[in-house]
């Protein structure tokens, strides 16, 4: 019997062709094996019952780095051969949508390996196999083979050579190299381990040292040193915002702070996120405002030598605030630091992503290295063209999509900086190249001033161009994630260009396909100071206090409102959160985006006693939420003095009940049973958690963005659905 197998998903730089010829030797089977450009392709031929059994171990038994989503059978060609080799990679691909492997972390093998002095691989800063190392961040095209990436500058030692032939765990590892003919550390005048002790002394004498990683430059430095933590945020134009703390294991994060299951599983995935667990570690210097530490394990060999000798590390993208993340030396010289570098070049920057659990799913903040090039899939395959969808300005990403296959990018930063929109351009033309999809549709914002809009008709001016508005896209992310054709849309965020051209962000939508009907909103208040309002908390405050007819301290501020100079409508639920938490005398200035937000939601954590009734927010005939006779309650509250956590914590109480009412009354008008929700504000935990398990309470079928982030790093994946939608009618 002869068969081919067309085998679909992460199938490519996991060890998957070494893995099917030991399988097939076992099996007594001949044929080949070969990469194509989405799928491994492999000839049988052999008994029929032997042929089922390697299916059936092909499923159960496969790497732990390979994701298999589908296999497809055709008549097969190796009858006739004697044995099973691995074929060379075609060049041209077999044009269906390739799945690439994110990078992987440093497997226990290669770890013990490493730490071993008999090994010749014995503190060997780039060992891997074909279980763990750099994949998409070294990638220059598809098929992923050594000439393909940027180890194709490191021609193999003998040794090497042999392994990379023979050896079972390093048959075909595209990454393989030794201290001999891989890459180099160097610091200064010094390379290899002389390089790396050299950076060992200046972190233990409290220097500030940026390293190479995978995705991009670090700046490392020991979180205990509260000076230098604060030469940090000098160094990085970073005042308030937290920092993420590698640990050397669970154990030892454990002894900080409680880690749950899914928290553990998130830290020890093949992604290596960022994971935002509850509990303050160490000063506020390290940990900002911020209820949670953003705990992560090491994910390449350096890191684990660094943090194991080290202890607990600050490691920080090397780059100024506002900037994207440092791919080249002289990116990173002007800070002024020692750099242990070396020279294995980044073809793909990625920043490290960070993700929390909330409501017991995965939330993602921020999806980069670990998760991207990984398509989410749709439920149909509804884009015969290629789609491009630009996304929004703020945490920008685009994403690619094609038949049932959207490919988000990478985070990239924000749209404003020059250097991000540079990124953005560079980023989407190697996607193009890689994936083989050249957009023939382009999806924008319906803002009129975004910098992707602009962008997509300076470089499509012949495409077809789409626009959504920025809500609609949030919600449709979720739809798009979860197969839902029709659902109650929430979207809370700071800010969003609205239909009726006032700026929306507290909205409940009724979404059916690519069609929205706007049916409930947070009361809009007038703002003043423009931009300015996005961090300067009270400019919020005081448009809100001015609104409930309430004392205006600032003169100009009040004579602004009055005379409606230089002021926007605006039903921002993230504004809200601003003046609620200057009002509480939280946080009065959001040095870094959701600032305010944040200390406020700490405050609420923290508070552990009886509520404060201050009413309901209810809903009026025209679908306004009425926010401003709440804040006018709450106002008077604080006033009285009552305890500003205690508040907090009402306060999130209070937009809960008013969200499961808000939806009961749409269903009530709809028989709309779904309810999607996502938006930045979504990133709050007491709001995310308290807003499901109560909308399930009420029988409502509840879903949330897992695969992408809520914020705007996610409305790319709404856009596309939106626009495969629009495609099928």
């Given amino acids: 019997m002869t068969v081919r197998l067309l085998v679909y998903g992460i199938v490519q730089g996991v060890g998957f062709r070494p893995f099917v010829m030991a399988l097939a030797q076992e099996w007594n089977l001949c044929g080949t094996v070969c990469n194509t450009g989405s799928s491994v392709c492999i000839d049988l031929a052999g008994e029929e019952s032997a042929i089922a059994a390697f299916r059936k171990d092909l499923m159960m038994k496969a790497p732990k780095g390979s994701r298999i989503l589908g296999i497809r059978e055709l008549p097969g060609i190796a009858e ?12 041209a691909g077999d044009g269906k949508l390739p799945w690439i492997s994110p990078d992987l972390p440093t497997c226990p093998v290669c770890l013990a390996e490493m730490k071993d002095p008999r090994n010749r691989r014995f503190r060997h800063a780039f060992i891997s196999c074909t279980a763990c190392g ?5 990638l220059k095209r598809l098929p992923y083979d050594r000439e393909n990436t940027a180890m194709d500058t490191f021609p193999m030692c003998p040794q090497c050579q042999a392994e990379y032939a023979r050896d079972p765990r390093r048959k075909h590892a595209q990454t393989i190299a030794c201290p001999h003919c891989g890459p180099v550390l160097c610091m200064g005048e010094h390379t290899g ?22 995705g991009g430059y670090q700046i490392v430095v020991k979180p205990d040193l509260q000076d230098v933590v604060r030469q940090l945020r000098e160094c990085k134009g970073r005042e308030k915002k937290p920092f993420a703390v ?16 899914e928290e553990e599983e998130l830290l020890t995935s093949a992604a290596r996120p960022i994971v935002l667990i509850e509990g303050k570690v160490f000063s506020e210097e390290v ?12 994910y390449s060999p350096l890191h684990h030598r660094l943090v194991e000798e080290l202890g607990p590390l600050i490691v920080t993208s090397a780059n100024r605030s506002s900037n994207p993340i440092a791919w080249d030396t002289s990116m990173v010289k002007p800070l002024g630091l020692p750099i242990l570098d070396h020279d294995r070049p980044i073809e793909t920057p990625l920043d490290d992503s960070v993700v929390r659990i909330s409501a017991g799913k995965p939330l993602l903040i921020r999806r980069s290295r670990g998760y991207v090039p990984l398509p989410v899939i749709l439920s149909q395959k509804f884009l015969p063209e290629g789609v491009l969808a630009m996304g929004g300005d703020l945490k920008a990403c ?28 560079e980023t989407l033309r190697r996607m193009e190249a890689i994936l083989g999809i050249h957009p023939q549709k382009v999806v924008t914002d319906l803002h009129p001033g975004y910098e992707t809009g602009r962008l997509a008709h300076r470089l499509f001016p012949d495409a077809k161009h789409l626009s959504f508005q920025h809500h609609h896209a949030h919600v449709a992310s979720v739809m798009a994630e979860h197969g839902l054709s029709h659902s109650i849309g929430i979207a809370f965020d700071g800010t969003g260009y609205g239909t009726d051209h006032s700026i929306w962000g507290g909205e409940f939508l009724w979404c059916q396909e690519d069609k929205m ?5 947070l009361e809009p208040v007038s703002f003043c100071g423009g931009n300015a309002a996005v961090k300067k908390a009270r400019l919020g405050l005081q448009s809100y206090l001015y609104a409930a007819e309430l004392p205006v301290e600032e003169p100009l501020i009040r004579t602004a409102l009055m005379k409606e100079q230089g002021t926007v409508p605006t039903s921002s639920m993230g504004r809200l959160f601003d003046a609620v938490s200057a009002l509480l005398g939280i946080c009065t200035y959001n040095q870094y985006e959701g600032q305010c937000p944040t200390a406020l939601e700490a405050a609420a954590r923290g508070y552990h006693g009886d509520g404060y009734d201050l009413g309901e927010i209810t809903m009026r005939t025209d679908g306004s939420l009425e926010i401003v006779p709440y804040f006018r309650r709450l106002a008077e509250a604080t006033w009285k003095g009552v305890e500003p956590a205690r508040l907090a914590w009402q306060f999130h109480q209070d937009l809960v009940w008013m969200t ?24 709050n935990r007491i709001l995310l958690e308290g807003c499901v398990r109560s909308l399930q309470k009420q029988g409502f079928a509840v879903y949330w963005n897992q695969q992408v982030p809520c914020n705007d790093g996610g409305i790319c994946l709404g856009q596309a659905w939106l626009a495969a939608q629009r495609e099928g009618k």
């Fill in 80 to 91: 006739g051969r004697k044995d099973f080799c691995i074929l060379p990679s075609p060049s």
């Fill in 134 to 138: 750099p994949r998409y961040s070294i």
């Fill in 193 to 214: 381990e002389e390089a790396y002790q050299d950076a060992v002394r200046c972190i233990r004498e409290g220097k500030l040292v940026a390293i190479k990683g995978i």
């Fill in 246 to 261: 590698m640990f050397a294991g669970v154990d030892q994060i454990r002894q900080y702070v409680p880690v749950s299951s």
């Fill in 287 to 298: 940990d900002g405002c911020s209820p949670d530490v953003g705990a992560f394990l090491p």
């Fill in 398 to 425: 685009f994403a690619l999509a094609l038949e049932d296959h959207v490919y988000p990018s990478q985070y990239l930063g924000d749209m404003e900086n020059p250097s991000v929109q540079e990124l953005f351009v």
């Fill in 517 to 521: 009907e706007r049916l409930a909103y």
């Fill in 660 to 683: 499961v009412r808000a939806c009961e009354q749409i269903r009530k008008v709809t028989g709309e049973n779904n309810v999607a929700v996502s938006g930045g504000v979504f990133v």
